[in-house]
């Protein structure tokens, strides 16, 4: 708990090695590898689980990491033809510098609501399996 009575983020007792590698990272990437400071990606350390929820929002993020998020997400899709579509339907979006950031917040959600619904088929899968032996 903090001094205010708030609960504290369940990885902020991790912030010394987040420090560290954040860090080491710079040292790495900045020093040795000649990369702008703003080219590093940083680590975060939340004191809250709101400080979390906020920075982690989709809707808070600027376009250029909404684009790295959804990059993230279309690697989660493990169904191949659900890649597939994601992925010709991403392309041109991709492209497209007057892409607006509400389509991009748009498309994250799909891909999220189709990643779901691949991991209730598979959870579903797997109890039919287990019901089965």
């Known amino acids: ?8 983020d369940h990885q902020l007792s991790e912030f010394h ?7 080491k990272r710079c040292l790495l990437d900045v020093v040795i590898g000649g990369k702008s400071r703003s080219e590093v ?8 689980p709101e400080d979390r929820r906020k920075d982690e929002d989709i809707n808070n993020a600027t376009k250029a990491e909404i684009v790295v ?3 993230e997400k279309l ?3 493990c169904d ?17 510098n007057k892409v607006k950031k509400e389509q991009l917040i748009e498309f994250y959600q799909d891909i999220c609501s189709e990643i779901s619904i691949q991991e ?7 109890v039919i399996e287990c019901e089965e032996d």
């Open 69 to 71: 998020r959804i990059e």
């Open 75 to 77: 690697l989660a899709v």
């Open 80 to 96: 191949c033809e659900t890649s597939e579509r994601l992925q010709v339907k991403w392309s041109p979006m991709k492209c497209d």
């Open 1 to 8: 708990m903090s001094v205010e009575g708030k609960p504290l």
């Open 17 to 23: 090695s987040k420090l560290a590698a954040n860090r």
């Open 120 to 126: 209730e088929q598979e959870a579903g899968a797997f």
């Open 41 to 48: 990606k940083i680590d975060n350390v939340y004191v809250t």
